[in-house]
């Protein structure tokens, strides 16, 4: 077994913690067997002094065959490597 990983921006109105959730739904859509998440950067947004729109810089981990990744893994990895979701 490999790990392969994608890095994500997560985004959320709510927190950091969805802002993540958020970042991991998305690459779950096209990814399978997610095993972990690293968050390396968290920022936010700042309006008349609060706090409205939380990111999250996350690298997703995905388990995948010795040899084995799908076409789909693939465009994926190389589609949102780096990118905001």
Same mark, same amino acid.
């Given at each position: 077994?490999?790990?392969?990983?994608?890095?994500?921006?997560?985004?959320?109105?709510?927190?950091?913690? #969805?802002?993540?959730?958020?970042?991991?739904?998305?690459?779950?859509?096209?990814?399978?067997?997610?095993?972990?998440?690293? =968050?390396?950067?968290?920022?936010? #947004?700042?309006?008349?002094?609060?706090?409205? #729109?939380?990111?999250?810089?996350?690298? =997703?981990?995905?388990?995948?065959?010795?040899?084995?990744?799908?076409?789909?893994?693939?465009?994926?990895h190389h589609q949102y490597q780096g990118d905001i979701l």
């Open positions: 077994m490999h790990v392969k990983v994608v890095e994500l921006v997560g985004e959320s109105h709510s927190g950091w913690k #969805d802002a993540v959730q958020q970042a991991v739904n998305e690459a779950s859509r096209e990814v399978p067997n997610i095993t972990g998440v690293e =968050i390396y950067n968290l920022t936010a #947004d700042v309006v008349n002094g609060q706090l409205t #729109d939380y990111k999250a810089n996350v690298k =997703i981990a995905y388990a995948t065959q010795r040899g084995q990744i799908n076409q789909q893994q693939q465009q994926y």
